[in-house]
């Protein structure tokens, strides 16, 4: 599935549920919470949490008891209202798609 | 855990993204790590799944996806001109109407020394200027209790002075209040289009600064030379850009501290 646009809504909602978690802990619970259903280029999501750091939604640190270098990341407050925001937009988009996708064919003469 | 293969796909995949991230300093070293510890816990997965190490490589990498595209997201994220367009356009909102704000006070300084010192000290015109009858006629018909032509002239030119800055410092508060709103309430006051306090500072001050000497200098000479052109216009835009300088500093040395 293509989730260009949705990522970071995606990765917010991820966050939020499993609380700090690294890269590869993030991408599994993405995968496992929406069975199996997003499972995208792993790579890919690195760049988006390095944009949500960058924006403040997200931030990271290094997990000194890792046994190798591993960079974990928590949702900030303002991640919280973002992901609440971007929520509310997809909920509404939800919305209009269903509707427009249960309307009953108009069948003209 | 094992150790990746030596030459094997998960260390082709990380020496590919190093390549691709060359030139980015600690965020590719950043990235180069994370990537690593990604691709050994997936490889880790597929072995603890009864692949052998190569198989899981492979399947590791092929997971991971094209380095292309992450590298170039991880340049654009941390170097892309918006990083510092965004907040290069604060900084300059901010710069410019603090620098409004200080015309402002100028014209309300101007305003003071013409009463201390007379219209003539803040906006005179230089000596030997003479006037048409016509021009004359005009600032007597806006000031007829001055003694003179040239009195008239500087009670108008004060006037203009005062007004016309002042006006200008109103435009700048003005700019600094929609600033402040339109941060609280957009994404205009998110970290990205924050700029850092001493980069918007220390251009701001050192411009009052060379503003406040060179004016107040050029004032004081003006004094010693009895020279009153304009003389005390230039005293307060040079004593009110000392003052800019001395708040822009006391600011940014309260968001050290």
Not at chain 1, 20 to 34: E, K, N
Not at chain 1, 43 to 62: C, I, K, M, N, Q
Not at chain 2, 191 to 208: D, E, G, M, N, Q
Request: aromatic share 8%; proline share 5%; charged share 20%.
């Amino acid at each position: 599935m293509d989730l260009r646009g949705h990522l970071d809504l995606l990765v917010l909602a991820t966050l939020r549920r499993t609380g700090p978690v690294h890269g590869y802990g993030l991408i599994v619970a993405m995968r496992d919470g929406s069975g199996g259903v997003f499972d995208l280029p792993e790579g890919t999501v690195y760049p988006a949490l390095h944009r949500l750091e960058r924006d403040g939604a997200v931030e990271s640190a290094w997990d000194a008891e890792a046994p190798r270098r591993r960079r974990v990341y928590r949702l900030t407050p303002v991640g919280e209202a973002a992901l609440a925001a971007k929520q509310t937009q997809w909920t509404e988009f939800a919305k209009g798609v269903r509707t427009l996708l249960n309307r009953p064919r108009t069948v003209t003469a | 855990m094992t150790e990746p293969l030596p030459g094997g796909p998960v260390e082709r995949h990380l020496d590919d993204l190093f390549d691709r991230l060359a030139g980015t300093g600690t965020v590719g070293r950043r990235t180069l790590a994370e990537a690593d510890d990604h691709l050994r816990a997936t490889t880790a997965e597929g072995v603890a799944g009864g692949h052998g190490q190569l198989a899981a490589e492979q399947a590791a990498v092929a997971r991971f996806g094209d380095n292309g595209p992450t590298a170039a997201e991880i340049k654009a994220v941390h170097y892309g001109p918006w990083v510092w367009l965004r907040p290069a356009f604060v900084g300059g909102w901010v710069a410019g109407g603090v620098g409004l704000l200080a015309v402002g006070l100028s014209g309300l300084l101007a305003e003071l020394l013409g009463h201390l010192y007379g219209p003539a000290f803040v906006a005179g015109d230089a000596p030997g200027v003479t006037y048409t009858a016509e021009r004359c006629a005009d600032y007597f018909e806006y000031f007829p209790n001055a003694t003179n032509c040239a009195a008239a002239a500087a009670e108008h030119h004060w006037g203009e002075v005062v007004t016309g800055r002042v006006a200008v410092g109103v435009l700048g508060l003005l700019a600094l209040l929609v600033l402040w709103a339109a941060r609280a309430t957009s994404r205009l006051g998110s970290r990205p289009w924050t700029p850092p306090r001493l980069a918007v500072a220390v251009p701001l001050a050192v411009a009052f600064l060379a503003a406040g000497l060179g004016f107040t200098g050029i004032s004081v000479m003006q004094l010693g030379f009895h020279d009153t052109d304009m003389v005390g216009t230039n005293l307060a835009t040079g004593v009110a850009s000392l003052i800019a300088a001395a708040f822009v500093v006391g600011w940014s040395v309260r968001a050290r501290a």
